[in-house]
């Protein structure tokens, strides 16, 4: 079995208020130097065969129809080793 995994975050013009908290809570709590904080979800897919290009074709509509809101979010597929 190989392992892909789609990550999605907020478009860089889209408001991410969680990343502005975590952002503030970060120097409270001792972490300094962090300019910006943006929060995302992270996919992890099983897949049973090859990764071959259909199966790459199949995931990327997944992501695109129900893993990400393609209006406010991007996503990357990537197929680890």
Excluded: W
């Excluded at 478009?11 to 502005?20: A, C, S, V």
């Excluded at 130097?33 to 049973?48: H, N, T």
């Excluded at 065969?49 to 259909?54: K, L, N, Q, S």
Aim: charged share 30%; net charge negative.
């Amino acid at each position: 079995m190989a392992r892909v995994v789609v990550d999605v975050m907020l478009k860089p013009e889209i408001l991410d208020p969680q990343g502005q908290a975590v952002q503030r809570a970060l120097p409270r709590l001792g972490f300094d130097g962090i300019a910006d904080v943006r929060q995302g979800k992270r996919f992890e897919l099983e897949v049973e065969g090859p990764v071959d290009d259909a199966a790459l074709a199949r995931i990327h509509e997944m992501a695109e129809t129900f893993l990400a809101n393609t209006v406010i979010e991007d996503y990357v597929v990537k197929v680890e080793s």
